[in-house]
């Protein structure tokens, strides 16, 4: 296992344009999360998947973020009608919980977007 | 709102010198970890502390996690170049399992 993979790494596109990502996340990992980290501040949660179920979606995440997880395996995170705010590395980590949570998170390289 | 704060936010030293970094909430954490992060990298997972009062050494890294569970520190002995990056501290939130993170210190150790 190559531990969890995100793509693309960076992603420059033009205001108002749609972008998705996708992270693959741990085989064996049942719970999936999406953080949003501008620069120099720490990781702020966006939303978090058990399998294919969307258990939680912050406040952070507006009407223009989707993110769905089919089959409860990889994870796509859409973003419409991009705006400069948007600006930042989106990173996704995965980890096993089954009963208690888990404490062993494995984060993604994140995907670094600009938007223009 | 769980918040925690981590001071300080950015710290410059030579190679040789010892460092703390603190991380403070208002509220109790069941857990709190640590982490690192060089740029344009995921943050690493350095450290799981649970018991209040617990500390844990990981080479020159030393761990502690408050009686109270509301703190944590960092400790770094003789700080190294390969040290320098961002660190993070999270708290776990409830029964999620979602990280609530510090602002990150950015350590820059000069050789």
Known sequence: DTGVSQDPRHKITKRGQNVT???????????LYWYRQTLGQGPEFLTYFQNE???EKSRLLSDRFSAERPKGSFSTLEIQRTEQGDSAMYLCASSFVQGSPSRGYTFGSGTRLTVV | TQLLEQSPQFLSIQEGENLTVYCNSSSVFSSLQWYRQEPGEGPVLLVTVVTGGEVKKLKRLTFQFGDARKDSSLHITAAQPGDTGLYLCAGISGNTGKLIFGQGTT????P
Not at chain 2, 107 to 110: A, E, F, G, S
């Open chain 1, 21 to 31: 990502f996708r992270c693959d996340p741990i085989s064996e990992h049942n719970r």
């Open chain 1, 53 to 55: 179920a969307q258990l």
């Open chain 2, 107 to 110: 350590l820059q150790v000069k």
